[in-house]
């Protein structure tokens, strides 16, 4: 056994120097990122690269608050005449981006009145409630 041991270590010492006698890996020579982005320096936002675009075209796209995503039309009608006597401007929304189900679109001069505080007194009102903001127009772009 105490030879068996010996000549493991034998051979543990002789793989270890022809280890070492390879060629040792050469350093890939790495360019710093910063050469390759130039005066691209931070991280920005795929949302403020197009909202940039915008505004240097003159045009600003408008958030909309979206409530809804009721599966019945009863409770979007209940909704809705709920906002109207709070004053608060609503149309059914027509496009299907904020979800499945019903939803109302508010009016942009309207969003000042419904803060969080409203926004939990609806939802503790109505189970179902969601509330979104989106762009108005929608995600593709007005040519």
Same mark, same amino acid.
């Given at each position: 056994?105490?030879? *068996?041991?010996?000549? *493991?270590? @034998? *051979? !543990?010492v #002789?793989?270890?120097?022809w ?10 020579d790495? $360019?710093?990122?910063?050469?390759? +982005?130039g005066? %691209?320096?931070?991280? &920005?936002?795929?949302?403020?690269? $197009?909202?940039? @675009? +915008? ?6 796209? %408008?958030?909309?608050? #979206?409530?809804? /995503? #009721?599966? &019945? %039309?009863?409770?979007?009608?209940a909704?809705?005449? &709920?906002?109207?006597e709070?004053?608060v !401007? ?5 496009k299907?981006?904020?979800?499945? /189900?019903?939803w109302?679109? @508010?009016a942009?001069e309207?969003? +000042?009145l419904?803060?969080?505080? %409203?926004?939990? =007194?609806?939802?503790k009102? #109505? =189970?179902?409630?969601?509330h979104?903001?989106?762009l108005c127009e929608?995600v593709?772009?007005?040519?």
């Amino acid at each position: 056994m105490r030879w *068996l041991f010996l000549l *493991l270590l @034998v *051979l !543990n010492v #002789f793989y270890y120097v022809w280890h070492q006698q390879e060629a040792p890996l050469r350093a890939k020579d790495v $360019t710093p990122l910063s050469l390759y +982005r130039g005066s %691209q320096q931070d991280i &920005r936002l795929l949302s403020e690269t $197009t909202g940039d @675009v +915008r505004e240097k075209q003159g045009v600003r796209r %408008q958030e909309c608050l #979206f409530l809804g /995503g #009721f599966s &019945r %039309q009863e409770s979007i009608s209940a909704l809705q005449q &709920r906002l109207a006597e709070m004053g608060v !401007n609503v149309q059914p929304s027509s496009k299907d981006a904020p979800g499945a /189900g019903y939803w109302l679109s @508010v009016a942009p001069e309207s969003q +000042r009145l419904l803060g969080d505080v %409203q926004l939990q =007194n609806l939802s503790k009102e #109505f =189970n179902e409630l969601k509330h979104k903001i989106m762009l108005c127009e929608g995600v593709a772009p007005v040519e």
